[in-house]
Structures are given as structure tokens and as C-alpha cells.
């Protein structure tokens, strides 16, 4: 039974902190789909005589969920307060649980400052459970060569294993949760029908190009369709070019308080957040 689109987005201008990106999660309507909290999609531009360690998003804190960035053209580099400092180049993601609190920055290479080059970025924001919410930070990261592959029936649809497993194809990225993370490309035209574990919450959102759900019909590019909880399958056709995230997870069920950077459990967790993090028992950031 395939799946049917409940709701479909599409990302909105907003602007943060003088970078201008596209929102496609939370809305005034949807504010979650549980375990995911935001999708922004951002294409930056650079300061050509401005070194790269004054650009990019500087150093700030988070503390209970996985901020994850997809890097869809340029490179992303990525320094925090636990002594990780690494480059993360197109086609390649960037994962980072939270966890108990880090301070990390995100900007661009020197390199691709340089030869004058610009970031196309999809941050993706998931919901960490109320028991790993204070575990130890990490950082993940897997090169481009060494995250696994699958394709469609036709070969023409090619997918990158981010998070979770797919068949034989197995993420290398651990989790705190229960993902189905797919990175999708359609060369041309191609045709594929993904299986969802039942009981997962569903979104697709499309980076590049337009696709089309069986059953629901056209989602054009920078739009999120939610998907309703009956139904196994999801099948997709594309006709030309196109890029797209299929992004799933088992839903957490539990009370969810957000303050900027902070994700966690209650209002107490959150003033405790913010204490740890001007105390700085979250670390600190320093940039060279």
C-alpha cells in the first residue's frame, strides 16, 4: 500500500542572523514531524577578501538533538569545543550529536573562499530521546566514496544510504534513534519505490529538479511533502534531473520544549541549558 501526502510545504524565505535561507520546517502549522524538528535550505554567498574564519555561521552552543548538514555544492568547515576540526566537501554530510552540550561553528573553507565559490547547505535538525539527551557529544563524519549506494531498478536513481539501513545497505552514521535517512539523485528519467518501516514518520524534500508521488502527483523543487502514517511504500518518478531527501524516522512521543539552540524535555531542562552553557561547561570555541 503506498503511502499518501499529507501535507505539502514549500520552504519559505526567512532570514537568520543576516544569511538569507529557506524554511520548509517548523511552519506556523506544522511544527514537527516527529523525530524532526527543522529543515532550512541555504545557497551562500561569500566575501571574496574576507578570510574564511570571519564568515559562515560562528561559534554558538546546542545541547539535546543532532543538527546535520548535508553539503549540496562547496565545503563546510566544521571546528567545536571538543577539539573536532574537519572539512566537509559536496556530496558528504556533517552529523553532530549534541548531546549533553557543544559549541561548534560552520564556515566555509579557505580554499573555497579562494577561488570565489559559494555553499549550498541543507541543515536538518532531529530530536534526540529525553535518554540521550545528555549523553556525550560526537561528531560524525563519512567521505563521499564510503557512504553506501544503492540504485533503482532502471539505475537511474541513485541513493546514499545517510542514516539507518535499506535492504543489504547499511548507514555507517550511529544513531540515538530509529532513521531512514536516503540522499537521492535522478539522472534523467528514472522510476523507484521505497519501502518505509512501518510506524515511521515521513517527509521528502526535494533540493534540485521536481518529482512526482504516485498517488498525490508533482512536488516541485524546495518543497517538503508529509506523508500520512498508513501505507508501506513510496514510489517516485522523476523526468529529468533531480535531487531529493527522503527523510524518516520513528516518532519519540514526548514532550518537546525548545529554546533557540536547546532542545529538551521541560522548562527546567531548558534554564539549566542555558546556566551550563554561560558557565561554559558546554566548552569553548577557539578558532584559528
Do not use: C
Not at 69 to 90: L, M, P, V, Y
Not at 151 to 157: F, G, R, T, V
Not at 222 to 238: N, P, R, Y
Not at 267 to 286: S, V
Amino acid at each position: 500500500m503506498n503511502k499518501k501526502v499529507r501535507t505539502l510545504i514549500p520552504a519559505f524565505d526567512i532570514d537568520m542572523g543576516g544569511i538569507p535561507l529557506k524554511q520548509a520546517l517548523p511552519t506556523t502549522s506544522v511544527q514537527q514531524v516527529d523525530p524532526f524538528l527543522l529543515l532550512h535550505h541555504g545557497e551562500i554567498k561569500y566575501r571574496k577578501h574576507a578570510k574564511a574564519v570571519h564568515q559562515g555561521v560562528g561559534a554558538h552552543p546546542h545541547r539535546g538533538f543532532t543538527p546535520v548538514t548535508f553539503i549540496i555544492e562547496g565545503e563546510i568547515h566544521h571546528r567545536d569545543s571538543r577539539g573536532n576540526n574537519q572539512i566537509a566537501k559536496k556530496g558528504e554530510v556533517q552529523w553532530m550529536h549534541a548531546g549533553s552540550g557543544i559549541v561548534h561553528s560552520e564556515r566555509p573553507s579557505q580554499d573555497l573562499i579562494d577561488r570565489n565559490g559559494t555553499n549550498e547547505i541543507i541543515q536538518l535538525w532531529v530530536n534526540s530521546p529525553a535518554d540521550k539527551k545528555m549523553q556525550e557529544p560526537s561528531y560524525q563524519y563519512v567521505p563521499e566514496q564510503e557512504i553506501p549506494v544503492f540504485l533503482s531498478e532502471d539505475e537511474n536513481i541513485r541513493s546514499k544510504v545517510i542514516a539507518g539501513q535499506y535492504g543489504s545497505s547499511k548507514g555507517k552514521i550511529a544513531v540515538e534513534s530509529e532513521l531512514l535517512i536516503l540522499w537521492n539523485d535522478a539522472i534523467g528519467k528514472g522510476f523507484q519505490t521505497f519501502s518505509i518501516p512501518k510506524g515511521f514518520n515521513t517527509m521528502i524534500y526535494t533540493i534540485k529538479g521536481e518529482i512526482r508521488v504516485k498517488d498525490y502527483g508533482l512536488v516541485e523543487k524546495e518543497s517538503l511533502a508529509i506523508f500520512e502514517d498508513d501505507g508501506v511504500h513510496i514510489s517516485i518518478t522523476a523526468d529529468q534531473d533531480a535531487s531529493f531527501l527522503l527523510l524518516s524516522g520513528l516518532p519519540l512521543n514526548e514532550k518537546m520544549v525548545q529554546q533557540g539552540p536547546f532542545v529538551m524535555n521541560s522548562e527546567t531542562e531548558i534554564l539549566e541549558a542555558i546556566r551550563d552553557y554561560q558557565m561554559g561547561k558546554m566548552g569553548i570555541l577557539i578558532e584559528e
